[in-house]
């Protein structure tokens, strides 16, 4: 008998070539095979008759071979062809290359035949015909019986239909699934306990797999294309379940440990506000209220900060540092790249002026002394706040006593890289970032083991930004529209996806650009930034467009995020059509930052393709990043978007975080009950993590 973990070679039917093919697409165990689903269901369970056959329908039809004859062609072989007739009409069957004399022998004058295929219209006659179709031979008639029996699992029934691998067909596939099922241990260790099954109308395991894969003659088959079907249903729910149970088991697990706890003193609201620039908006006040609740608790804080470009979620981090700075601990910010590292070392100096605190910023490509320096001044405690990337994570990285971990743009990490920042400390409090709006489903599933922040209202004075659409051809309009802001004084971004010109790549590079719009813009001072400079080359340009001194940057990608210049109100994003819609969103975040009216120019050229003109045209439509996110995850789905493929997130075999959102919500409720018996949640966790191999309970469960 077979199992879930038995290896497929064991299945009747897979030889070593089959493995071979199945285990290149990751189909290793019974459990693998079970679980690769039919894309689609055809109902060949209702027969028609011969004489109402149209062209271009899929049919099913029973009938007697009237005559069989094998054809010899100049161009496509050896064709055979059968006459059908079930004594209402004639149809023809051709299969090519059907001279075997074994096919020959079977299809012969007299026997029964079910047959199912698309129908066509013969070409050189005028008749009806089925091409290659499936067909299964009807046993000899029992002669007690009124008609023959059949059991087939290709015609006669709800067929299902699966995506091919390497050559093996929908038709074999069906044969190695029903051997698989029909050699299956009874019972099967169901992980979805009965009371859970019960209480939502979800099948027993068993049921569930056969269900799937051979419904019965009263399934619906529009459910179950829909995937709707209740055996659909349990699998979508036990998917979603195990990420969940992870989830709630860690964030149980963090609840119980103790934590850096803060406090709330006289003093330390006194230095809050006095960094405050402005009046903090109301959804501002919502969040720090949020933050400061988490700092006060005896548990870590581990807590999600989303909200949109410019919606002021960096101020609100920098007074969660001020808490813990002014509880006598040191602060962390990690961000993806050194520009935005920079940036915010640029704003802590600026914003928490008043308060004097020793700040550090730590990156790739700084000298060995100042290096040195830095190590020793942060573990003996005299830098209250660093700010850095990647290199915060090296074993040499040492806090005299860590309290706060902010992290940026969190996606740009992933799971792993937050737990080794959070390490560095006993047990301190993590607030993530995230300026790439992301829905509220896919937060739930991609930070389920955080409390959720969202910042959902802009601050006010900010200008709104004009998106239009333009092609090459009107370059010269778009270059005017340019010259004309830099001559009221204001300043340009122009944004290219290469560095350097490709032989294998046709983009505009920054740098032809950059010579090129020097020529344009003559009169204006023009200068190129790009990841390959030097930190101190990309640090002086960054001051100098900051300070008013350049008219036009011409950049690639590394001013997606971090760069906060008011003055700039234009950007002219080329090849606009080989961005991502987030990343075209977080681009025009750049502009629009101060009261002048602003405007972000997506150029590309004459022809795009119709998913890069559905982002072109949501990008002139709307500036609301939630409402791009969820164009963004219909288009991308949510294994690419927000760079879900780092997060530690699973790709589902059947799930869709878009569709099924209520059984995600109903896998969490039923999650957090089990984990009040922690015991049994692990032995749930197990039992279903082998059957999910982007999972596994000791990764996902270990907190810090």
């Known amino acids: 008998m077979l199992r879930l973990d038995t290896d497929v070679q064991f299945v009747k039917g897979v030889g070593p070539r089959r493995v071979s093919l199945l285990t290149s697409r990751g189909v290793r165990t019974v459990g693998d095979l079970l679980l690769r689903i039919p894309r689609t269901y055809q109902d060949r369970s209702t027969f028609a008759s011969l004489d109402s056959l149209r062209a271009g329908q899929d049919a099913a039809v029973r009938a007697k071979i009237y005559r069989a004859r094998s054809i010899q062609t100049r161009t496509r072989g050896r064709i055979l062809e059968v006459i059908l007739t079930d004594g209402t009409s004639f149809a023809y069957a051709k299969w090519f290359h059907g001279g075997s004399t074994s096919l020959s022998r079977s299809l012969a004058a007299g026997r029964e035949i079910i047959l199912f295929g698309r129908v066509d219209r013969d070409n050189y006659e005028s008749k009806l015909v089925f091409f290659n179709p499936?067909?299964?031979?009807?046993?000899?008639?029992?002669?007690?019986?009124?008609?023959?029996?059949?059991?087939?699992?290709?015609?006669?029934?709800?067929?299902?239909?699966?995506?091919?691998?390497?050559?093996?067909?929908?038709?074999?596939?069906?044969?190695?699934?029903?051997?698989?099922?029909?050699?299956?241990?009874?019972?099967?260790?169901?992980?979805?306990?009965?009371?859970?099954?019960n209480d939502h109308g979800f099948p027993d395991l068993r049921a569930c797999l056969q269900g799937i894969h051979f419904p019965s003659a009263g399934d619906n088959i529009h459910d179950l294309n829909r995937r709707e079907s209740p055996a659909h249903r349990r699998l979508i729910f036990e998917e979603f379940f195990l990420l969940e149970l992870v989830f709630a088991l860690r964030?149980?697990?963090?609840?119980?440990?103790?934590?850096?706890?803060?406090?709330?003193?006289?003093?330390?609201?006194?230095?809050?506000?006095?960094?405050?620039?402005?009046?903090?908006?109301?959804?501002?006040?919502?969040?720090?209220?949020?933050?400061?609740?988490?700092?006060?608790?005896?548990?870590?804080?581990?807590?999600?900060?989303?909200?949109?470009?410019?919606?002021?979620?960096?101020?609100?981090?920098?007074?969660?540092?001020?808490?813990?700075?002014?509880?006598?601990?040191?602060?962390?910010?990690?961000?993806?790249?050194?520009?935005?590292?920079?940036?915010?070392?640029?704003?802590?100096?600026?914003?928490?002026a008043p308060l004097g605190y020793s700040i550090g910023v730590l990156r790739r490509g700084i000298k060995k002394a100042e290096k040195k320096k830095l190590f020793e001044a942060l573990a003996e405690g005299s830098i209250q706040l660093i700010i850095g990337t990647h290199v915060l994570l090296e074993e040499s990285t040492v806090f005299w006593k860590l309290g706060l971990v902010v992290i940026d743009e969190q996606h740009r990490f992933g799971v792993v890289q937050r737990l080794r920042l959070m390490s560095k400390g006993d047990q301190p409090n993590t607030l993530?970032?995230?300026?790439?709006?992301?829905p509220r489903t896919l937060a739930m599933t991609l930070y389920g083991d955080l409390d959720l922040s969202v910042i959902d209202e802009m601050p006010p004075g900010r200008s709104p930004i004009k998106t239009i659409h333009e092609t090459e051809r009107n370059a010269d309009r778009v270059h005017t529209r340019l010259s004309e802001e830099m001559g009221k004084g204001r300043q340009c971004y122009v944004v290219y996806p290469v560095i350097e010109e490709s032989e294998k790549v046709d983009l505009k590079s920054a740098t032809e650009g950059f010579e090129r719009l020097s020529r344009v813009f003559s009169n204006r001072t023009v200068a190129l930034l790009h990841g390959r400079l030097k930190s101190d080359e990309k640090e002086a340009i960054m001051r100098a467009f900051a300070a008013g001194k350049l008219d036009a940057l011409v950049?690639?990608?590394?001013?997606?995020?971090?760069?906060?210049?008011?003055?700039?109100?234009?950007?002219?994003?080329?090849?606009?059509?080989?961005?991502?819609?987030?990343?075209?969103?977080?681009?025009?975040?750049?502009?629009?930052?101060?009261?002048?009216?602003?405007?972000?120019?997506?150029?590309?050229?004459?022809?795009?393709?119709?998913?890069?003109r559905e982002r072109i045209d949501a990008m002139v439509s709307t500036t609301n990043g939630f409402r791009l996110a969820e164009v963004d995850l219909r288009l991308r789905g949510p294994g690419e978007m927000a760079g879900t493929r780092q997060s530690g997130l699973p790709e589902f075999r059947i799930a869709n975080l878009m569709e099924d959102s209520l059984l995600l919500a109903l896998a969490q409720n039923e999650a957090k009950k089990f984990v009040e018996s922690e015991e049994q949640a692990l032995r749930l966790l197990k039992e279903l993590s082998s059957r999910s191999s982007s999972i596994t309970p000791a990764g996902l469960v270990t907190v810090g």
């Open 555 to 612: 950049a690639t990608t590394v001013i997606e995020v971090g760069v906060d210049v008011a003055n700039a109100t234009v950007m002219m994003i080329e090849h606009a059509e080989r961005f991502g819609l987030a990343q075209l969103h977080q681009l025009r975040g750049r502009v629009g930052r101060g009261s002048a009216a602003s405007l972000c120019v997506l150029m590309t050229p004459d022809r795009i393709g119709e998913t890069a």
């Open 134 to 197: 499936e067909f299964e031979l009807l046993d000899e008639a029992d002669p007690s019986q009124e008609t023959p029996s059949v059991n087939s699992l290709d015609v006669g029934r709800i067929v299902p239909i699966y995506e091919e691998i390497g050559g093996m067909t929908s038709r074999q596939l069906r044969r190695i699934i029903a051997a698989a099922l029909a050699d299956l241990a009874d019972p099967l260790d169901d992980p979805i306990p009965s009371r859970v099954r």
């Open 432 to 438: 993530v970032m995230t300026a790439t709006p992301i």
């Open 251 to 352: 964030k149980k697990q963090s609840q119980l440990t103790t934590g850096v706890r803060f406090e709330t003193s006289d003093r330390v609201r006194s230095a809050v506000k006095k960094i405050l620039p402005f009046h903090p908006t109301t959804a501002q006040k919502r969040v720090l209220r949020e933050i400061v609740e988490d700092l006060k608790a005896p548990h870590p804080m581990n807590r999600l900060l989303q909200g949109d470009v410019g919606s002021g979620k960096t101020i609100v981090a920098f007074e969660a540092v001020v808490v813990a700075i002014e509880n006598g601990y040191q602060a962390a910010i990690m961000a993806p790249t050194e520009i935005l590292a920079e940036q915010h070392y640029l704003n802590a100096k600026r914003v928490l």
